[in-house]
């Protein structure tokens, strides 16, 4: 009997090898407008992985072992991809000649980097995926750079530190939080268009890569449109005006091939009040190719980028002065003065070879990165909060008083507020001056800078064993030396400031002297030293309907600080190195896809995957001292996702299913709190905090015409605290109560209950109904309207641990402080759900040889008022002063949100020769 079953096995496999016959498909390609030949276009199978490109002539042929109805997929750089229905059958395809269209969506990538711009204003928001999103045609994930990206939606509801970007094979994610820094080539739009996205959990061939997906840029001119373009852009979102010009060679007949381009953008001040902007950016690069096989490339690029910050407000302050306040700034003779800017200036240089033959793919690089990032902000000793809207400048404050409301002294607040809502520099000058403080400093301008150096090496390749398996692998090197410190930028009138902290009256550095002028280092100086290694193998099968993959990399993590202040609070560990902390991690990831038809198509990808704790978690205080974290601990990341695809001539799309939980995560954040131990400047430290998300994705679109296309998109997700984390506080002073704190300064509050809580992630709900109308004539134009709800604000971890039971005055607990009474107190409420309306459209013309393209987009046509995310304060740390406060219907220290833009339009006009 096995016998038996063995032959029909083996007849069944020999007739499926042999009924394959071999299908030769050709065709033309060329420009629809000016009917030129198009060389190096990708010709490939949806679904497939056979990929062809055309010649010099702008001729294809491809050769398949297939049979059925698939549909061949034309792609080239800047043009709209061309999708042609085929039926394969071993009879051989002419196609003829085939036009590509110019894509006027182009320039929408302006578009999404000023959102991305945006939402980096604040430190207190979290980097989005919308980054990531610029490779790929997938619906689904345009809907969310370009629609739901405006009320920072994000991807399954995963910080950009998930996902992996890499610049010509080289990883550009920071050590620092484990996020790109777009901003270090923000302007540079015409040389990172060459992009190879991989979605999710899906197999990539240049990185093992991380849960939301990776993006490889390619850098090189050979990859890019030769020519010259100039462009100019206006717009009233983060910059009102934008000049760019690029040049690219192409590659000559000596194989040398060269690439400049530069950008500037600039606006006094954007959608938000007092948000200046001030960016210039270059790029140069340098490519020879050798051979037809092997390629050497320099390339440099700086992106320095100055521009105003903006504040979360409370709904008392939106009401009194609209969505577009910001209390940063203030008029200094006559001109705008934002008292919180930030600066980046990060130049890069990459050196790379390349080889690529039938077998085998290799790319080595070097990456060398340099510069300074800076915050800017008041630092005031002894002397009132300069802000105007601080709490106690407001109407809440008098209306909530322990001793009663104060109507009169409220609406006297009210109108002050609103007769100077903006920063009063000249007030700062004249306390500066003031007799009584003999030169020293109540106020100074200084800026928080971090200045890295970081090398990074890495080796990529791609080896081709036989037509059925293919190996990936790379191994990456990085050093980092990160100088950390605060510096004293304007004396703001006064002749010297005293490096005393004002709480506890102690020296930030005993070894040099109190006083302090400008251009010198203050507060804090130490700097991080942190070596980071990886190594990934990935091994790829495909075998007829079947095709499958398994990843593994190993990774070693290695942080230490060292202090260069001797800190009087902590005089035992802030001078000199710290222990080193090390992190060994490995990660597994696989995936299978089953060919139910040319057309139709279903994946799995699973994946557990170990990550060291970003930098920014490892030290309690590291401005201070050397203590890391206790009980720190790796993160722990399993995956797994479901995917369905349709790929028919007029209907194509994705349904996707997620589950992801995060483990054994850590969290250290800074605030000050009047809690059930005392009040303090705190940090505050979260371990054992578990995540978990999951959720559906839908994205279809739909050819009603040849002109007119149709899309539907969906995302219903889930994301919450899926842990009561353990919660600990670190005092700076001696300010808490001392018998209930340890030596160290540091108290442990137990778990925090908030298992189930939703997570601020962005709108976990959106959904988008999209037209979209193509002329032949060269024109464009199209409409979605989104909906976006399920979004929450941040929420205070300190409330909900035990200590918020206890009275401070009597270290017992409140009598009225029932389980009850705190969770309708502490209950979660979504932020308010909303519509947007977004508008896009475009022409293009041929001028005596010359390309002329015209984009323009308004987004929120009607201009809807909606948050986009916040956070609630932490200052009322105990139930009885949060449960006064909110005896009213204006609490003093309401949760404080970020308001999206109004409606705001781009125009881009470029010209190409």
């Known amino acids: 009997m096995y016998r038996k079953l063995l032959f029909i096995l083996l007849f069944m496999h020999a007739h499926l090898f042999f009924a394959q016959t071999e299908t030769v498909i050709s065709g033309t390609v060329f420009t629809a407008i000016d009917k030129s030949v198009v060389n190096g276009a990708k010709v490939s199978l949806e679904g497939e992985q056979i990929v062809g490109q055309t010649n010099t002539a702008g001729l294809f042929h491809l050769e398949v072992s297939l049979n059925g109805a698939y549909i061949l997929r034309i792609e080239y750089l800047d043009y709209v991809s061309k999708r042609i229905p085929i039926y394969l059958d071993g009879t051989a395809i002419t196609l003829g000649n085939i036009y590509l269209d110019s894509d006027l969506t182009l320039d929408k990538q302006d578009n999404l980097i000023t959102l991305t711009d945006a939402e980096l204003l604040d430190d207190e928001t979290n980097s989005s995926s919308l980054g990531l999103l610029q490779a790929t045609r997938d619906i689904f994930l345009n809907r969310a750079a370009f629609d739901f990206g405006q009320a920072f939606f994000r991807v399954r509801g995963y910080d950009s530190q998930y996902g992996n970007v890499l610049l010509n094979g080289i990883p550009m994610n920071k050590l620092f939080d484990g996020r790109p820094q777009w901003n270090n080539w923000g302007g540079l739009n015409d040389v990172i268009r060459n992009q190879e996205f991989t979605n999710g959990l899906g197999a990539s061939s240049f990185t093992f890569g991380g849960i939301l997906g990776n993006t490889n840029i390619d850098l090189r001119p050979s990859g890019l449109r030769s020519g010259f373009r100039l462009s100019s852009s206006a717009s009233n979102r983060t910059y009102t005006g934008r000049l760019m010009a690029t040049y690219n060679s192409g590659v000559q007949k000596n194989g040398l091939a060269y690439m400049i381009s530069a950008s500037r953008r600039w606006a006094k001040e954007g959608f938000i009040d007092g948000t200046l902007y001030d960016a210039f950016s270059f790029y140069g690069a340098l490519e020879y190719q050798m051979d037809s096989k092997n390629s050497v490339s320099l390339t440099a690029f700086s992106a320095t980028n100055r521009r105003g910050r903006s504040s979360a407000i409370t709904e008392e302050v939106y009401d009194l002065v609209g969505n577009r306040y910001n209390p940063y700034w203030g008029k200094q003779d006559g001109k705008i003065r934002n008292s919180?800017?930030?600066?980046?200036?990060?130049?890069?240089?990459?050196?790379?070879?390349?080889?690529?033959?039938?077998?085998?793919?290799?790319?080595?690089?070097?990456?060398?990165?340099?510069?300074?990032?800076?915050?800017?902000?008041?630092?005031?000793?002894?002397?009132?909060?300069?802000?105007?809207?601080?709490?106690?400048?407001?109407?809440?404050?008098?209306?909530?008083?322990?001793?009663?409301?104060?109507?009169?002294?409220?609406?006297?607040?009210?109108?002050?507020?609103?007769?100077?809502?903006?920063?009063?520099?000249?007030?700062?000058?004249?306390?500066?001056?003031?007799?009584?403080?003999?030169?020293?400093?109540?106020?100074?301008?200084?800026?928080?800078?971090?200045?890295?150096?970081?090398?990074?090496?890495?080796?990529?390749?791609?080896?081709?064993?036989?037509?059925?398996?293919?190996?990936?692998?790379?191994?990456?090197?990085?050093?980092?030396?990160?100088?950390?410190?605060?510096?004293?930028?304007?004396?703001?009138?006064?002749?010297?400031?005293?490096?005393?902290?004002?709480?506890?009256?102690?020296?930030?550095?005993?070894?040099?002297?109190?006083?302090?002028?400008?251009?010198?280092?203050?507060?804090?100086?130490?700097?991080?030293?942190?070596?980071?290694?990886?190594?990934?193998?990935?091994?790829?099968?495909?075998?007829?309907?079947?095709?499958?993959?398994?990843?593994?990399?190993?990774?070693?993590?290695?942080?230490?600080?060292?202090?260069?202040?001797?800190?009087?609070?902590?005089?035992?560990?802030?001078?000199?190195?710290?222990?080193?902390?090390?992190?060994?991690?490995?990660?597994?990831?696989?995936?299978?896809?089953?060919?139910?038809?040319?057309?139709?198509?279903?994946?799995?990808?699973?994946?557990?995957?170990?990550?060291?704790?970003?930098?920014?978690?490892?030290?309690?205080?590291?401005?201070?001292?050397?203590?890391?974290?206790?009980?720190?601990?790796?993160?722990?990341?399993?995956?797994?996702?479901?995917?369905?695809?349709?790929?028919?001539?007029?209907?194509?799309?994705?349904?996707?299913?997620?589950?992801?939980?995060?483990?054994?995560?850590?969290?250290?954040?800074?605030?000050?709190?009047?809690?059930?131990?005392?009040?303090?400047?705190?940090?505050?430290?979260?371990?054992?905090?578990?995540?978990?998300?999951?959720?559906?994705?839908?994205?279809?679109?739909?050819?009603?015409?040849?002109?007119?296309?149709?899309?539907?998109?969906?995302?219903?997700?889930?994301?919450?605290?899926?842990?009561?984390?353990?919660?600990?506080?670190?005092?700076?002073?001696?300010?808490?109560?001392?018998?209930?704190?340890?030596?160290?300064?540091?108290?442990?509050?137990?778990?925090?209950?908030?298992?189930?809580?939703?997570?601020a992630q962005g709108p976990q709900t959106a959904i988008a109904l999209g037209m979209e109308y193509r002329d032949p004539k060269y024109w464009w134009i199209g409409a979605t309207a989104n909906y976006l709800a399920n979004n929450y604000a941040n929420i205070s971890t300190i409330t909900r641990t035990q200590s918020f039971y206890l009275d401070p005055e009597t270290g017992q607990e409140f009598p009225d402080a029932t389980v009850e009474n705190v969770d309708r107190l502490l209950a979660q409420k979504p932020l308010d759900n909303f519509y947007l309306l977004n508008m896009v459209g475009g022409k293009s013309w041929l001028k005596n040889g010359r390309y002329i393209g015209v984009f323009a987009s308004v987004n929120n046509l009607f201009d809807t008022r909606f948050r986009t995310g916040g956070y609630e304060q932490s200052r009322n740390g105990n139930f009885g002063q949060l449960q006064r406060d909110n005896l009213s219907a204006s609490p003093t220290f309401a949760p404080k949100y970020w308001y999206g833009f109004g409606r705001t339009y781009f125009l881009n006009l470029a010209i190409s020769f």
């Open 340 to 759: 919180r800017e930030r600066r980046i200036s990060e130049p890069m240089v990459l050196l790379n070879y390349f080889h690529d033959s039938k077998s085998l793919n290799l790319i080595a690089g070097l990456a060398f990165q340099t510069g300074s990032h800076a915050r800017s902000r008041v630092g005031y000793y002894n002397a009132p909060n300069p802000d105007p809207s601080f709490y106690r400048y407001l109407p809440s404050f008098y209306i909530n008083s322990p001793i009663g409301a104060n109507f009169v002294s409220a609406d006297r607040a009210r109108t002050s507020f609103m007769a100077n809502p903006q920063w009063n520099w000249q007030n700062i000058y004249t306390a500066n001056r003031s007799p009584s403080n003999n030169g020293k400093a109540a106020y100074v301008l200084y800026d928080d800078v971090i200045n890295d150096t970081q090398l990074t090496a890495r080796i990529n390749g791609n080896y081709r064993i036989n037509e059925k398996l293919g190996l990936d692998f790379g191994l990456t090197h990085k050093n980092l030396q990160s100088k950390n410190y605060a510096e004293v930028t304007d004396l703001l009138g006064a002749e010297f400031h005293a490096d005393i902290d004002p709480f506890s009256d102690t020296k930030n550095n005993i070894d040099a002297a109190v006083n302090r002028f400008e251009g010198e280092k203050f507060n804090y100086n130490y700097e991080f030293l942190v070596k980071y290694t990886d190594g990934f193998a990935q091994l790829n099968l495909d075998y007829n309907a079947w095709k499958g993959f398994i990843a593994g990399e190993y990774s070693l993590a290695s942080y230490q600080r060292n202090g260069f202040f001797k800190n009087e609070r902590f005089l035992e560990n802030s001078l000199g190195k710290s222990k080193k902390v090390n992190f060994p991690n490995l990660s597994i990831k696989g995936g299978l896809s089953y060919k139910i038809t040319g057309r139709h198509w279903v994946a799995a990808n699973a994946a557990q995957l170990q990550r060291a704790p970003v930098l920014q978690n490892v030290f309690i205080n590291p401005r201070e001292s050397n203590t890391v974290v206790p009980n720190l601990q790796r993160e722990t990341v399993r995956s797994a996702d479901l995917n369905y695809y349709i790929r028919m001539p007029k209907l194509t799309g994705r349904l996707s299913s997620f589950y992801t939980r995060f483990q054994n995560t850590t969290d250290v954040n800074f605030f000050f709190v009047n809690s059930g131990l005392g009040s303090d400047f705190v940090q505050e430290v979260l371990t054992d905090l578990d995540r978990l998300h999951k959720g559906l994705e839908l994205g279809l679109e739909y050819q009603l015409s040849a002109f007119v296309k149709a899309s539907a998109v969906a995302a219903i997700g889930e994301y919450t605290f899926a842990s009561d984390p353990f919660v600990s506080i670190n005092f700076d002073t001696a300010a808490a109560d001392e018998e209930l704190i340890d030596v160290s300064g540091s108290k442990d509050l137990g778990v925090a209950k908030i298992k189930g809580l939703r997570l």
